[in-house]
C-alpha cells in the first residue's frame, strides 16, 4: 500500500474519523460505522445493569464501568459507547472505525518508521476536534490486554461562559485487523491528580472477547 493512503489512515482513523470533507475516499476505504448499520435494525450490544458490564459483539469489545456514571452513545459517528459522572465532568468513550483494509498490518508496517508523522497528525485532528489546543502531548508504544497499542496523554483548557478548566485526557489506541479502536479518558487535571489510580483502572475492565469466526475456522477448519 502506498505511503499516501497510509498517510491518509493515520489522520482518519487517529481520532473519531475526523475528515468530513473526504467523502469520496471514505466511501471507497471504510466500511459503515455502527451507528450506520444500528440504524437499518442491527443492533448486537447488550449492557448490564447490575454490574455495569457493556459488551458489542459486532466489534467482539467488552467494558465495565464505574456504578452510577450515566451512559449513551455519545455524540460522534464512530462512538459506539460513553460513560460519564456529568458532575465532575469525567467521561470515558470507546471509538471504533472499521476500514476495507487491514490496519494492523499497515501499523505494524510502518509505525516505527513514521512516529513523528503519527504524533503530528494526532495533535492536528485532535485540536480541531476539540477547537483548541493541546499541550503536554505523550505518548509511547505499550499494549492493553496483549494487544499493542499506543497510549496517548495530553492536556487543553475546556472554556465556557463562566469557567474554565484544565482537563487531562488518556487514550489508548488499537488497531487489530481492519479495525481501530480508541478508548478515552477525560476529567479535570485537579480530579486526576488527586486519584490517578481511579482513573487509569477504568481500562482495567476492558475485554476483548473472541472472534468466533475465526475460531470457527480454527476449530472446524473452514
Not at 502506498?2 to 481520532?15: A, E, G, N
Not at 448490564?48 to 459483539?57: A, E, H, K, R, T
Not at 459517528?77 to 465532575?88: L, T
Amino acid at each position: 500500500m502506498k505511503f499516501s493512503i497510509y498517510s491518509f489512515f493515520l489522520f482518519y482513523f487517529i481520532f473519531q474519523g475526523f475528515s468530513q470533507s473526504k467523502k469520496d475516499i471514505e466511501k471507497a476505504l471504510f466500511n459503515p460505522s455502527y451507528k450506520e448499520l444500528k440504524t437499518k435494525g442491527n443492533m448486537i450490544e447488550y449492557f448490564d445493569s447490575i454490574g455495569y458490564v457493556y459488551s458489542n459483539f459486532k466489534y467482539n469489545v467488552a467494558t465495565k464501568i464505574p456504578k452510577k456514571w450515566k451512559y449513551d452513545q455519545g455524540l460522534t459517528k464512530h462512538m459506539i459507547f460513553r460513560a460519564y459522572d456529568a458532575d465532575s465532568a469525567y467521561t470515558y468513550s470507546i471509538n471504533v472505525i472499521e476500514t476495507k483494509y487491514n490496519v494492523q498490518k499497515i501499523f505494524d508496517k510502518e509505525y516505527n518508521k513514521s512516529k513523528d508523522l503519527f504524533k503530528n497528525k494526532f495533535i492536528e485532528a485532535t485540536q480541531a476536534q476539540l477547537n483548541t489546543q493541546i499541550y503536554d502531548v505523550y505518548d509511547r508504544l505499550t499494549y492493553l490486554k496483549n494487544r499493542k497499542s499506543i497510549r496517548w496523554e495530553y492536556k487543553f483548557m475546556a472554556k465556557g461562559d463562566d469557567y474554565e478548566i484544565e482537563m487531562i485526557s488518556i487514550m489508548f489506541q488499537v488497531m487489530i485487523d481492519n479495525l481501530t479502536y480508541t478508548f478515552g479518558v477525560s476529567a479535570p487535571i485537579i480530579y486526576y491528580n488527586k486519584n490517578p489510580r481511579f482513573f487509569n483502572t477504568i481500562f482495567n475492565g476492558i475485554h476483548f472477547m473472541p472472534d468466533k469466526t475465526k475460531l470457527k475456522k480454527i476449530l472446524i477448519g473452514e
